[in-house]
T-cell receptor, first 117, second 113 residues
Framework: GAVVSQHPSRVICKSGTSVKIECRSL??????MFWYRQFPKQSLMLMAT?????????EQGVEKDKFLINHASLTLSTLTVTSAHPEDSSFYIC?????????????FGSGTRLTVV | GENVEQHPSTLSVQEGDSAVIKCTYS??????FPWYKQELGKGPQLIID?????GEKKDQRIAVTLNKTAKHFSLHITETQPEDSAVYFC????????????FGKGTMLLVSP
């Protein structure tokens, strides 16, 4: 239980185009979704926090107009990388906090490898 | 904000040996400390976690210890196997109000046959 399905797993796009990444909670309601970016051989860095029905909160240095986050339902959060450039190439991971049997934890998606050429 | 330090960055062991990875944190309000295993090209997988009301937790070959006074926690893997080779991340968080986790920089564990 407590699965977050993330798609696509890999995407290659041309510079200047936009890419949408989806994260769906399959068996629980995700009122909050964390979006991370991970560069090669580095740790996960929080980009933004999305909350269902409200605007996302972005970490310092993350361009909100470039990384558009939508959390329109309790089971779907999306990250759109607009006007992608090669420096946006990275591994993007979503994570949803959840309570399960009275215990608090986090469920991670399987990640999306974005390559901008 | 929270700051998590993780050591070592790389750890090489022989199959059957034990491996220990250590983390320290700065926010005394943190009370949830998970450990994740990440294989190449995949998302993090929770392997064990500990909350501030316990000092040690064990699950087969994996154990985690927590010292809240010193603000450090450690991952112990016994009888290592080649399939344990991966990057391991520690994290810390408040475990409430849907607050985020802060991750350590990761440890690449290499288990040689």
């Amino acid at each position: 239980g407590a699965v977050v399905s993330q798609h696509p797993s890999r995407v290659i796009c041309k510079s200047g185009t936009s890419v949408k990444i989806e994260c769906r909670s399959l068996d629980f309601q995700a009122t909050t979704m964390f979006w991370y970016r991970q560069f090669p051989k580095q740790s996960l860095m929080l980009m933004a926090t999305s909350n269902e029905g409200s605007k996302a909160t972005y970490e310092q240095g993350v361009e909100k107009d470039k990384f558009l986050i939508n959390h329109a339902s309790l089971t779907l959060s999306t990250l759109t990388v607009t006007s992608a450039h090669p420096e946006d190439s990275s591994f993007y991971i979503c994570s949803a906090p959840r309570f399960r049997q009275g215990v608090y934890g986090y469920t991670f998606g399987s990640g999306t490898r974005l390559t901008v050429v | 904000g929270e700051n998590v330090e993780q050591h070592p960055s790389t750890l090489s062991v022989q199959e059957g040996d034990s491996a220990v990875i250590k983390c320290t944190y700065s926010d005394s309000a943190s009370n949830y400390f998970p450990w994740y295993k990440q294989e190449l090209g995949k998302g993090p997988q929770l392997i064990i976690d500990i909350r501030s009301n316990v000092g040690e937790k064990k699950d087969q070959r994996i154990a985690v210890t927590l010292n809240k006074t010193a603000k450090h926690f450690s991952l112990h893997i016994t009888e290592t196997q080649p399939e344990d080779s991966a990057v391991y991340f520690c994290a810390a968080g408040r475990g409430e109000g849907y607050s985020t986790l802060t991750f350590g920089k990761g440890t690449m564990l290499l288990v040689s046959p």
